[in-house]
DNA sequence: GATGAATGAGAATTCATTCAT
DNA sequence: CATGAATGAATTCTCATTCAT
């Protein structure tokens, strides 16, 4: 794979320059120039590998959600409760080790179309669910807990994020550990 | 003498209309001639109650704060997890009330205006570490129960909101309740 | 005269008021309602005095030439070339007497049509041409001296004025005399 | 690799037809597109070479100053009045070479930019001073010839300039010999 | 007559996208 | 492949002028 691996390399090499700008001026103040400029190629360079401007919020979204998938997978052995808190405490850590994608989140959410955000969080929460099947089989659930506390699950998680995005003041990493128990308390039988 | 013209009221009115082209097509896509139409006036015309496209955001952002406000400190008497559940419970109705003001949010946050988003937030968490101080007192904690869960419990209302508006499947009245006991039991002794 | 006498009375403070925004900002980026608020009026009610925002810098420059017309013809006895210097001292000190009108001419000059300032300088030369065909009867003028003569005294004046103008260093006052010996020396036998 | 384009010349083209346009309609009237149109390009491309339509004139100035600068300086040898008397005529020939540029002058005078025409107007006026003094230590001078009759030579052609400008009645061209006669036998001993 | 809110034509400016070199 | 000059559609914002009260 001689061409294509650089054409992909260069793609990620555009994208990662353009989440940086992204992230400190936010995706409507971005101009093509400036993630040009901070890839240090030339702006008519960008449309070699990307059809448009929104082209490459969506390639930051669509790598960011990549990262991701594992955090979904990778959870290990134990209860349903244990791997849940191993889920929780990945994404954390995972959207705290990559702060810039992190913060496109904010401008996904904020853009429209192209983006299957919708799919994505679906995905999360079916993980999320299974592992709350997984939990009541083991009988360490209390009544009541469905597939809606997924969602409230994923929420807590970004709501903890734009937290932290909106004010510096808080931390993400400081989260983590209340979060965790936080979801996973408020379930436990 | 021109009728004299209640200038807050047709601030309010324009900045109505603005908020749902904002919910409708994103502020992004939104063009000061959109809000005009909406409005039923011309487009010049916003200018006279607005100074820019942008003030357009914050007005909205400031109005809906101002409406919010009151969530915070209608909450009634009882024990502290009583009050906290009210104040959670609460959010979510007044969010779920005014879809498109809540829709507004995600353009609020990846938008970089003068809005003092931080002070709002930090406001919303000491309600909370107040309540949580009182639950302490009244004993209803479990221990390690500090201010951080006050973010944590702020990003899991925001962050059940962005599962609604970025998926239509969920709809936050049938998050409300999960989320409310997530919260409260989460923390309970 | 009733009516009529109030309306021109107040064309004239607006005309007034307009010509001291013209001097201190230009014309160019006066705007009616600076004029309105300088002339203590609202906006609208300029119109009922002046037909646009160009009949203000057209009525001040004639309210200028009206003004401006007695200095050709009070020259009182004398030799021509004593009448000269009359003219020309009588010139400078009206001018120096209403800067703001003064300053007005040069937003004036760079205007376009309505403005038949060439009659009015026409008039200018023509009355100097007389003075100079005085002078020359008188025997006061060397050979050589023509009509053009009348028009390089006219811009002699003019300039003098421009200098003052675009530089503050220099005073229409400090000029007049100098420009007044020039203009007489430079044309004597 | 797109060819690279001499910036300087290029702004020299526009530059050259934003005079045009400013000597055929007004500075106040002319618009980016009239320029763009005029000099060939497409209205965005000049602002890839100036900074706002301000900057247009300001530039227009500023090449014109340039370009006249040399008339200040190569006097040639001889007395003081001849070597004036060279400047008054090279400044005059100047002006009607390039009449479109000095048009552009009356725009320029009631302009506000950051154009310092005050420092010109000083160098020129201290040019022609020295040259007084060189006439007055060769002799060539009556009494009470000071820099003051400076700033009115350099306002006998400024002036001068306007009457053309204003009446096209009147040529520059025929003012020249007047005028340096006036200007040289007007301080003559 | 006076007012000032409303209008909307008009202009400056920006910037994503194209394409000749 | 890369470049960056050129384009022109699109948008914000201004402000002269109108007119209902």
Redesign the pocket.
């Known amino acids: 794979m001689p061409?294509k691996v650089?054409?992909v390399a260069?793609q990620g090499d555009i994208l990662d320059a353009a989440v940086r700008v992204f992230a400190r001026k936010g995706f409507a103040a971005t101009?093509?120039?400036d993630v040009a400029a901070e890839a240090g190629?030339?702006?008519?360079?960008v449309?070699?590998y990307f059809d448009?401007?929104d082209a490459l919020l969506t390639g930051a979204f669509e790598l960011y959600a990549r990262r991701t998938e594992h955090v979904l997978h990778d959870l290990g052995d134990g209860t349903g409760l244990q791997r849940l808190e191993r889920l929780v405490r990945g994404t954390v850590d995972m959207l705290a080790a990559q702060p810039d994608y992190a913060r496109v989140l904010l401008d996904v959410w904020a853009s429209k179309p192209p983006l299957d955000l919708a799919a994505l969080y679906h995905e999360y929460r079916a993980a999320i669910g299974k592992l709350l099947t997984q939990a009541a089989a083991d009988g360490e659930l209390r009544a009541g807990i469905d597939e809606r506390h997924a969602a409230v699950i994923v929420g807590a998680i970004e709501g903890c994020l734009v937290q932290t995005l909106v004010d510096p003041e808080v931390s993400l990493r400081d989260l983590a550990t209340p979060l965790v128990r936080l979801c996973v308390e408020g379930i436990r039988k």
Chains 1, 2, 3, 4 share one sequence.
Not at 41 to 45: C, L, Q, V
């Open positions: 061409r650089d054409r260069r101009r093509i120039e190629i030339a702006k008519g360079s449309y070699l448009s401007r």
